[in-house]
């Protein structure tokens, strides 16, 4: 009969599989994990900058900047 406590992973069966959410990896190596690029929101023209912070006590940490400078109004609608 296997006992309740089982030895930790060695070797390859240690790695966590590469699809392993970020947050994950973070808690797993005790350090920030951060995710960044570029992306457009749907329906939108203008890029976005996006970075993503997992910490190693599982909260995530967000940020959205925009890129391209212009009117934040969608083109033909006009302010009166």
């Known amino acids: 009969m296997a006992g309740r406590h089982r030895r930790p ?3 390859e069966q240690a ?3 590469a699809d392993v959410d970020l947050r994950l990896h973070a ?3 005790g350090r920030t994990v951060t995710e960044e690029g570029v ?3 749907p329906g939108g023209a203008h890029p976005y900058a ?7 006590d599982g909260s995530v940490d967000r940020l959205l900047e925009r890129l ?3 009117p934040l ?3 033909g609608l006009r302010a009166d």
Do not use: S, V
Request: charged content about 10%.
């Open 9 to 11: 992973p060695k070797g």
């Open 15 to 17: 790695a966590l599989p």
């Open 27 to 29: 808690i797993t190596q």
């Open 39 to 41: 992306a457009t929101l």
């Open 50 to 56: 996006y970075r993503t912070l997992y910490q190693p």
């Open 68 to 70: 391209a400078p212009g």
């Open 73 to 75: 109004q969608p083109p």
